[in-house]
């Protein structure tokens, strides 16, 4: 079910209200106020009957479910519709929040605008004016959840009022009377707080704007700053606008308050801001009949919820919303100064007698004198009449109003002046258990919770007399005794006398509020698997443990935890019984620590542990934090059972596991120390175990700080390196068994400005682990390329072969074989004469994806050799499967081949497997005569090393190739 009901409800549910309401408009569609067209039910009588009665089948068969949709929000936009939009925004965020699924799209419009689309059925909701509203309530039967609280003085309030003023330099205006023949500046016609209900205060005080007791009446439209220097400016003598006007421009230097007189000021304590007349509810938050009661309830309890401190109120510069207020004196007032749509005729019929009543006079005075008198009883009876129509017709909507409110969602009471309950509503039941019948004429204390602190109902009662209102949580009891967290509104309801003759109360369930706060710091505060503290909460106590320990002049260590092979295990057994691990561990830790220490994980297989108190000196403080990190790691090596998850038709089985831990241990003194900092020096403790050998524990050293410092230095430098052209590539000579020139390995080389020559050794790691192997080896392959173009041109290095080294985070990049393809193309170069050598290790991880590429490659005319044969992978199956065409025996065996028997053993076997393979075999790292003899006489057929021919650049090696062959 969706959250509007069908256009056909719509409109029947329209009729049904327009006959209940009984509007008799006249003339037949003339225009009204806000652009709405006035309809004469009359015409319609008969129609609108038979609607009802449809209408009340409908909407008896319609169901009360709702589910999530979007709604359309229409704002009255006075200061440009994109300040409207960004203004209201935070408040309908809060509102989606606060209200699973629902979704707002905000509609900033005018009056004309907003009129067309409600009357088109466009908008589920609607924020505007309390005049607007009537008129709309009127016409289409909105109604008002809620009533927006203003910020005034920095305090919420739900009302607003006129200011009357002059300047000081008019000291002939001091009192309401003394406005009468002065030029008078309000904002609009229909405007409340700019004329409406100043003109009311003036027609009591004996002014009537509209009948030519001033000497001019203009309105200047919004904003009511307009009106202000209008007056400032000599143009009028009197001007009327909105409570807060006054104090906001004087707040941004605009104009001083001293320079202004306002009239008939009501007293500061009534109202925190100037004041002329009686005070109007402020802008309602209404919805249409398109609405389902459901989202009705909830958005009416979001709203009333909602925070006055919250940042969405300070975004949208209000201060909440409150139960939803009586607009009925709001369309009294409109009535009463004839602005009101029903009040057309009425006004026109007395605009005529008023304009004409001379000329009738002398005309029939002395003629018809009897006739006269009786027109004139006849005139007042009617006025009178017509007066108590008003009356009554303002009463029924009083009632429906209060009916209608009281009957909302938010739990309602209504108390005398002792504040026994006289009414109570079904939300009230539905939220503390009590009943009308149970509750009437008992006091509100007896829903007084037992946890309310002392003297909170005093500050409650003296706030609540001397403004009127108060609001804020409290507990209240249950019928069955439980506590109920409300957020209360409690306000005053005047007497004739003007004071209290008893008290509104609103109570708005908390409970699933602070569920959902307690849940939430959960959350924010506790890791969800082990129920340890997580890092957010770490660090808050790491922090304050530093105040503590640099107060009491002491140590306090940091214990960094990483467990080992953790990952080993996920990958073999699966995720849960890698969480299953963890939560062991926890519950070991937290056994361990009891209240000395705080256990926390930090995320994945990661622990610290914090303890406070340890020794001044230093020397004993490490000795301590030892004797912790040792509880610790005998605490993890403890065996455990795993429960495995059984596979399909297996029965579940437990294993045992003996797990450890890499313990990194760090001090702190609290001075001079950061909390990054100490967690830092933890961290790097921590990896020196790991690389120790694990399961084992290390102290932070500054002196592996320096050298991590070192090695991140020269990463930075290594980000630049290429772009700066400090990368270099070196040529090495490979031979025959007769000493001819066949090929060359290209080696990659950095030229560091400062450093000078940095070794392949220090920088390739760095560039593996960083990412930035990949570029550093599509420039040597470009570079490459570039080479054996060069070389095709000349014949003595036409045939020769070039190898490049291609690390495996390059080879597994997924445009590795298109970029090898476009440096080719790009560079012209002969790919039969390319070769790229791979290590074994790159065949780890998915060797089907690998030689699946590789053949890719081949079909280019690349070859492919192997580098470090021997050292890697174990299984040689591989061979059989992958288009390689040599092998490059590592240098470890050639080192010790005439020393070493299983050395020549090995370097036979690889000699002997390329030849029955029909695989080149090549010897890198022949670094003398006899290791050259040694090969020829194996049967190597390739050789390279320092022997034959040292690394150099392009150049060099160019040369010395040139004078070998000449």
Same mark, same amino acid.
């Given at each position: ?181 002065? #030029?008078?500046? =309000?904002?609009? +016609?229909? /405007? !409340?707080?700019?004329?409406?209900? *100043? %003109? ?5 005080? $004996? ?89 009705? #309830?909830?958005? =009416?309890?979001? +709203?009333? /919820? !909602?925070?006055?401190?919250?940042? *969405? %109120? ?5 201060? $909440? ?105 079904? %939300? ?539």
């Amino acid at each position: 079910m969706k959250y509007f009901k069908p256009v056909l409800s719509r409109e029947l549910t329209w009729q049904y209200r327009m006959l209940r309401f009984k509007l008799v408009p006249w003339p037949p569609f003339a225009p009204g106020p806000f652009g709405f067209p006035l309809l004469h039910t009359s015409k319609l009588r008969k129609r609108q009957k038979l609607a009802v009665i449809a209408a009340l089948l409908y909407l008896a068969l319609l169901p009360e479910g709702w589910s999530a949709s979007n709604v359309r929000l229409g704002i009255l936009a006075f200061s440009g519709k994109a300040d409207t939009l960004q203004r209201w925004q935070p408040t309908a965020r809060a509102l989606e929040q606060a209200v699973p699924g629902l979704s707002i799209e905000l509609v900033p419009l005018n009056y004309e605008e907003l009129n067309a689309a409600i009357r088109g059925h466009q908008l589920h909701f609607v924020l505007t004016n309390p005049e607007h509203y009537v008129v709309l309530n009127s016409r289409h039967g909105v109604n008002a959840l809620a009533t927006m609280n203003a910020l005034a003085g920095g305090q919420p309030v739900d009302r607003l009022g006129s200011v009357i003023f002059t300047t000081v330099q008019h000291e002939d205006i001091r009192t309401l009377p003394d406005v009468r023949r002065k #030029r008078v500046a =309000a904002v609009g +016609l229909f /405007s !409340l707080g700019g004329y409406l209900l *100043a %003109a009311d205060a003036l027609q009591n005080a $004996g002014v009537k704007l509209r009948d030519g007791d001033v000497a001019s009446l203009s309105f200047t439209d919004v904003p009511h700053s307009q009106v202000v220097d209008r007056v400032l400016a000599g143009h009028a003598d009197v001007g009327i606008v909105r409570t807060g006007v006054l104090e906001s421009m004087a707040a941004q230097g605009r104009l001083k308050l001293s320079e202004i007189h306002v009239l008939a000021q009501r007293p500061a304590l009534a109202f925190p801001q100037l004041l002329s007349t009686d005070l109007a509810p402020e802008w309602p938050f209404a919805a249409t009949l398109d609405v389902e009661p459901g989202l009705v #309830r909830d958005l =009416a309890q979001a +709203l009333i /919820s !909602l925070p006055a401190d919250s940042e *969405a %109120a300070r975004l949208s510069l209000h201060g $909440g919303f409150s139960a939803p207020a009586n607009y009925g004196p709001v369309e009294d007032l409109m009535r009463r100064l004839h602005t009101y749509p029903d009040v057309g005729f009425a006004s026109t019929l007395r605009g005529v007698w008023l304009s004409y009543q001379a000329e009738t006079s002398l005309a029939l005075g002395g003629l018809v004198l009897a006739g006269l008198a009786m027109s004139t009883f006849l005139w007042t009876s009617n006025r009178r009449l017509r007066r108590l129509s008003d009356l009554y017709y303002n009463a029924q909507l009083d009632l429906q109003s209060t009916a209608a409110a009281f009957d909302s969602q938010v739990g309602l009471i209504v108390t005398d002046q002792q504040t026994r309950v006289q009414r109570a509503n079904q %939300a009230f039941t539905t939220i503390l258990g009590h009943t009308e019948p149970q509750i009437k004429g008992q006091t509100t204390a007896m829903l007084r919770a037992l946890s309310l602190e002392p003297g909170r109902l005093g500050q409650v009662w003296q706030e609540l007399q001397q403004q009127g209102r108060w609001g804020g949580e409290l507990n209240c009891t249950h019928l069955d005794g439980h506590e109920v967290p409300c957020m209360v509104t409690i306000t005053a309801t005047r007497g004739e006398n003007g004071g209290a003759d008893g008290y509104v109360g609103s109570f708005v369930d908390m409970s699933q509020h602070h569920r959902d706060q307690g849940e939430i710091k959960r959350l924010a505060y506790f890791d969800v698997l082990t129920g340890l503290p997580n890092r957010r909460m770490f660090l808050e106590e790491l922090r304050s443990a530093l105040a503590r320990v640099r107060q009491q002049e002491g140590h306090g260590t940091l214990i960094f935890v990483d467990l080992d092979h953790f990952k080993t295990l996920n990958d073999s057994h699966g995720h849960s019984v890698g969480d299953e691990l963890l939560c062991i561990v926890s519950e070991r830790l937290r056994q361990a620590a009891g209240t000395e220490w705080l256990v926390a994980r930090l995320g994945g297989d990661e622990f610290v542990v914090m303890q406070e108190g340890l020794a001044a000196d230093a020397d004993l403080a490490r000795a301590q934090a030892d004797g912790v990190a040792q509880t610790v790691r005998e605490t993890i090596l403890l065996p455990c059972s795993l429960g495995l998850s059984p596979r399909v038709g297996e029965a579940r089985h437990e294993i045992s596991h003996c797990c450890s831990g890499s313990l990194g241990v760090a001090l702190f003194d609290g001075h001079d120390q950061e909390v990054i900092e100490i967690m830092r020096r933890a961290d790097i403790a921590m990896y020196q175990a790991k690389h120790g050998g694990r399961n084992t524990i290390r102290h932070y050293d500054p002196e592996v700080n320096r050298l991590l410092a070192e090695r991140a230095a020269l990463s930075e430098d290594l980000s630049r390196a290429l772009a700066d052209q400090q990368m270099v590539l070196h040529y090495q000579l490979q031979v025959d068994r007769d000493g001819q020139p066949v090929a060359a390995e290209c080696l990659l080389r950095w030229q560091h400005p400062r450093r000078g020559l940095v070794s392949p050794a220090q920088f390739i790691p760095i560039a593996e682990e960083s990412g930035a192997i990949t570029a550093l080896g599509d420039w040597v392959i470009e570079t490459a390329c570039q080479t054996l173009k060069r070389w095709s041109s000349v014949p003595a290095t036409a045939k020769l072969e070039l190898a490049v080294n291609v690390s495996p985070r390059q080879f597994t990049e997924a445009d590795f074989v298109e970029k090898l393809e476009n440096s080719l193309a790009r560079t012209g170069a002969p790919p039969q004469n390319l070769l790229l050598e791979i290590t074994e290790g790159i065949l780890l991880d998915n060797a089907d994806h690998v030689a699946q590429r590789m053949h890719r490659v081949c079909a280019l005319g690349v070859s492919f050799s192997v580098d470090d044969f021997g050292t890697g992978y174990s299984s040689l199956s591989y061979l059989q499967r992958l288009p390689l065409r040599q092998l490059k025996i590592d240098r470890s065996f050639i080192r010790d081949v005439q020393i070493n028997s299983s050395s020549e053993a090995i370097v036979r076997a690889v000699i002997g497997l390329g030849a029955s393979l029909g695989l080149a075999v090549v010897a890198e790292g022949v670094e003398t005569e006899a290791q050259r003899e040694f090969m020829v006489r194996l049967g190597c057929g390739l050789l390279q090393g320092y022997h034959l021919g040292w690394p150099a650049p392009l150049e060099t090696f160019e040369a010395s190739l040139s004078a070998r062959t000449t």
